[in-house]
């Protein structure tokens, strides 16, 4: 480890099950800055077996370990990717691992990883399993970027929410008086990537503009919002756990003459309402909505939610200087940056945890 370094690199690799999205962070003086950036795409195979193991199947203790070291195959090469950027040693690589189950109701969450094998790969101090401390302290260890987005985001004096729109959305509040609240919405991409993969082959409606062309179903829209998830009060997190092809399936039961691309609509509307109806049901007096993640390149979905708000501004988090799909990323390099602080890295506030944590656990150089 560096004792003196500012330089953290952050690696995500989130629902969406695309790769990973890499940054190079310099926190020198309390500063957020990015140096460099990356991204990872999967294997096809690494791809699939991890989409296998959200569930139940023959032999996952072997191959969710055999899966972990390919993950970090693919991690260290992103640490490779982004090292040229740096400009001096880097302190730590903080990694957050593939979520393949997350049950803080059952007492667990995990983030298959093998950050000893990234730590030989990389010759860095490598810090991961970030969740399970929240929730070993009553948590849901979930989410965990409002606490980085008030860092990086907050403004005193002025109500901001951040909606992070990755495979599951999730909001944080910034109310401009330090007070942060936030919590999973429920689907962000993953419904809508499902669909559009089963039908059109595509890994994404590209700007939402299949479901732009498509009309929303109001039946199928009213079963999909008939889920105990949306009315249930916060704190609370979800996933694939919840929401998978199974879960829709079910609902599109007895709507099956509904054209694909009305399907399509019905599910960016889905995605638009929970996500507006989350914001509105905080209560604040919201200047505008920054969106990070993937679905900040949803132009239709961008729309639908700003209208679903009432003319609220919407857009997306480069406008207050970072760009979307590197906002995750950045918020794990924080993290790491917080632990090698000592200092905590989760909101009880938001998660429900006991108190304040330091999260995560070093793998050293
Ligand atoms: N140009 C685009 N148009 C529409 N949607 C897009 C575009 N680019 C990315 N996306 C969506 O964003 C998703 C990836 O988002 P992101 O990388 O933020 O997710 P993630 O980090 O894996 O998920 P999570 O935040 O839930 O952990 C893609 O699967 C796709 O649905
Ligand atoms: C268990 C888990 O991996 N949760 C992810 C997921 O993706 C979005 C949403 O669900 C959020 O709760 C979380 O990720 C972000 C980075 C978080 O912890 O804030």
Not at 187 to 192: D, F, I, Q
Not at 262 to 274: E, G
Not at 286 to 295: F, K, L
Request: aromatic share 6%; charged share 20%; proline share 5%.
């Amino acid at each position: 480890m560096s004792e003196t370094s500012s330089l953290y690199i952050g690696l995500m690799s989130g629902t969406s099950l695309d790769g990973v999205d890499g940054v190079l962070a310099d926190f020198a003086g309390g500063a957020i800055r990015t140096v460099g950036a990356a991204f990872t795409p999967f294997p096809a195979e690494l791809r699939r077996e991890l989409m296998a193991l959200q569930g139940a199947s023959e032999n996952e203790l072997e191959r969710e370990a055999l899966a972990a070291n390919g993950l970090a195959l693919c991690y260290a090469e992103c640490v490779r990717q982004l090292l040229p950027s740096s400009d001096g040693p880097v302190a730590a690589v903080a990694v957050h691992g593939q979520t393949i189950r997350h049950r803080p109701e059952l007492g667990f969450t995990r983030q298959t990883n093998n950050p000893a094998l990234l730590a030989e790969l990389t010759g860095l101090d490598v810090i991961a399993d970030f969740r399970s401390r929240d929730i070993a302290a009553g948590g849901q260890g979930a989410p965990l970027v409002p606490a980085f987005h008030e860092a990086a985001f907050g403004k005193p004096g002025t109500a901001r929410v951040v909606v992070n729109i990755g495979g599951i959305g999730n909001i944080s509040v910034l109310r401009g008086d330090g007070r942060v609240t936030g919590f999973d919405t429920g689907p962000g991409n993953v419904l809508m990537d499902l669909w559009i993969g089963r039908h059109l082959g595509k890994p994404y409606d590209e700007d939402g503009a299949w479901g732009a062309s498509g009309r929303v179903h109001q039946p199928l829209l009213d079963a999909l919002l008939d889920e105990a998830y949306f009315r249930q009060p916060a704190p609370k997190s979800t996933g694939r756990d919840l929401f998978h092809d199974a879960w829709l399936d079910a609902k599109l039961k007895g709507f099956e003459d509904a054209a694909p691309s009305d399907v399509m609509a019905t599910l960016t509307r889905l995605t638009a309402v929970t996500i507006a109806d989350a914001i509105r049901n905080e209560d604040a007096q919201v200047d505008a909505v920054y969106v990070c993640g993937g679905g900040a390149c949803n132009g239709t979905l961008l729309r639908e939610i700003g209208a679903a708000l009432g003319g609220v501004r919407v857009e997306s988090t480069a406008a207050l200087g970072i760009a979307p799909n590197r906002v995750e990323a950045l918020a794990f390099a924080w993290l790491g940056y917080r632990f090698m602080q000592r200092q905590p890295g989760n909101l009880p506030a938001v998660t429900g945890a006991r108190g304040a944590r330091i999260l995560g656990a070093l793998y050293p150089a």
